[in-house]
């Protein structure tokens, strides 16, 4: 088992939604410091900002900027990489998804690797499986990946694969199945199902589903994510790619029923035809994950929506309250 006790952690994208719950983790730990690296493009300095924690630093910089992060991660026990550009953002910028999923996760393996890093947990996607040939997806499903994202994290787990069988840099990589909870994104360019759901509901709109809804994902809680990638830190597992899921499968419909009886809501959802989805199909095998790292999923689905759905509340109250402080100066 690896010693958090005064380690020396960076935390890269850790003003992101799953990075900043890391960082909440980390620091129930005997570390010695956190140090979160993040240019801020999504993330948000008030994902941190509960916390009153001297251990805690925030330095702002890019993966691209390969002096800043060597600085960085230099002297570091074990480093997290979570900066990413997301689906979306690859489908509209694939050149900038090269530079940041691809070269910027080579530039923090190499930066790991010369200062000496003892494990680096990469966050990976079920992205890679793309849709799902059999369920529940084990770790050895095909890359059904059809998507420039899903290539960017095959690419990503590939170096780590190639850098462990040349340089001996341990790693774990996790493939997220569709991760939900507090500080996800709301207001930005790019936002999840649940989100794009409560928004209609917010604002007294039938939530859409497209098809009949029959489409089913694996929902699972970022506290769950977070403490997945402790437990890879703390194992002794190296050079392997978990899932991590809750092996529970929900249909958009199921869900949209769900998030309408914990508003409240009375609304009926409204059916369009089908568009464009990446994957239709997907919930991961668990067994795995079990085994090498201990960890399995403790949140369930009916648990962990009420804590988004009253996260997002108090958010907008924050965020309405410091528009009308700025309004009245
Ligand atoms: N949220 C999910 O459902 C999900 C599912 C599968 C995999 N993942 C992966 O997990 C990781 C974290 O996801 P998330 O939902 O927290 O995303 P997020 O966008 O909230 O967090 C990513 C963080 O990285 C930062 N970042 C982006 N580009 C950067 C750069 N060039 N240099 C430094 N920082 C940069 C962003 O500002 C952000 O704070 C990502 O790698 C993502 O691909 C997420």
């Given at each position: 088992m690896n010693s958090l006790e005064n380690a020396k952690?960076?935390?890269?994208g850790g003003a992101g939604f799953v990075g900043s719950h890391i960082v909440d983790q980390l620091l129930l730990e005997p570390v010695s410091s956190v140090v979160v690296y993040d240019n801020f493009v999504r993330g948000a300095r008030s994902n941190l900002k509960h916390i009153q924690d001297s251990r805690l630093e925030v330095v702002e910089g890019s993966i691209c900027d390969r002096a800043t992060l060597q600085e960085t991660i230099s002297g570091a026990d074990y480093v997290f990489l979570l900066a990413a550009l997301w689906l979306y953002e690859c489908v509209h910028e694939p050149r900038s998804a090269v530079e940041v999923n691809v070269v910027g996760t080579f530039n923090v393996i190499e930066a790991a690797k010369e200062a000496g890093v003892k494990k680096v947990i990469y966050s990976s996607s079920a992205s890679v499986y793309g849709d799902a040939l059999f369920t529940p997806m084990t770790e050895d499903h095909p890359f059904n990946n059809r998507t420039f994202y899903g290539a960017t994290k095959i690419a990503g787990e590939q170096f780590f694969r190639?850098?462990?069988?040349q340089h001996k840099l341990d790693y774990v990589g996790l493939r997220y199945m569709?991760?939900?909870g507090p500080r996800m994104d709301y207001r930005g360019t790019y936002v999840s199902v649940i989100m794009k759901v409560l928004d209609r509901i917010d604002k007294g709109l039938a939530p859409v589903i497209f098809g009949d809804g029959s489409q089913s994902y694996d929902f699972v809680h970022v506290?769950?994510?977070?403490?997945?990638?402790?437990?890879?830190?703390?194992?002794n597992a190296t050079?392997?790619?978990?899932?991590?899921?809750?092996?529970?499968?929900?249909?958009?419909?199921?869900l949209v029923s769900m998030l309408l009886d914990i508003t409240g809501s009375s609304l009926q959802p409204e059916y369009k035809p089908e568009e464009q989805m990446f994957v239709t199909h997907?919930?991961?095998?668990?067994?795995?994950?079990?085994?090498?790292?201990?960890f399995e999923a403790?949140?369930?689905l009916e648990m962990g929506l009420p804590t988004v759905v009253e996260w997002r509340e108090r958010d907008q109250e924050s965020v309405n309250a410091a528009r009308e402080a700025a309004a009245a100066q």
């Amino acid at each position: 088992m690896n010693s958090l006790e005064n380690a020396k952690i960076v935390v890269i994208g850790g003003a992101g939604f799953v990075g900043s719950h890391i960082v909440d983790q980390l620091l129930l730990e005997p570390v010695s410091s956190v140090v979160v690296y993040d240019n801020f493009v999504r993330g948000a300095r008030s994902n941190l900002k509960h916390i009153q924690d001297s251990r805690l630093e925030v330095v702002e910089g890019s993966i691209c900027d390969r002096a800043t992060l060597q600085e960085t991660i230099s002297g570091a026990d074990y480093v997290f990489l979570l900066a990413a550009l997301w689906l979306y953002e690859c489908v509209h910028e694939p050149r900038s998804a090269v530079e940041v999923n691809v070269v910027g996760t080579f530039n923090v393996i190499e930066a790991a690797k010369e200062a000496g890093v003892k494990k680096v947990i990469y966050s990976s996607s079920a992205s890679v499986y793309g849709d799902a040939l059999f369920t529940p997806m084990t770790e050895d499903h095909p890359f059904n990946n059809r998507t420039f994202y899903g290539a960017t994290k095959i690419a990503g787990e590939q170096f780590f694969r190639a850098f462990y069988e040349q340089h001996k840099l341990d790693y774990v990589g996790l493939r997220y199945m569709n991760v939900y909870g507090p500080r996800m994104d709301y207001r930005g360019t790019y936002v999840s199902v649940i989100m794009k759901v409560l928004d209609r509901i917010d604002k007294g709109l039938a939530p859409v589903i497209f098809g009949d809804g029959s489409q089913s994902y694996d929902f699972v809680h970022v506290s769950d994510v977070a403490r997945a990638n402790i437990l890879a830190l703390k194992s002794n597992a190296t050079d392997v790619n978990l899932n991590v899921g809750s092996g529970t499968k929900t249909s958009i419909k199921e869900l949209v029923s769900m998030l309408l009886d914990i508003t409240g809501s009375s609304l009926q959802p409204e059916y369009k035809p089908e568009e464009q989805m990446f994957v239709t199909h997907r919930v991961g095998a668990t067994e795995n994950a079990a085994e090498t790292i201990g960890f399995e999923a403790s949140v369930a689905l009916e648990m962990g929506l009420p804590t988004v759905v009253e996260w997002r509340e108090r958010d907008q109250e924050s965020v309405n309250a410091a528009r009308e402080a700025a309004a009245a100066q």
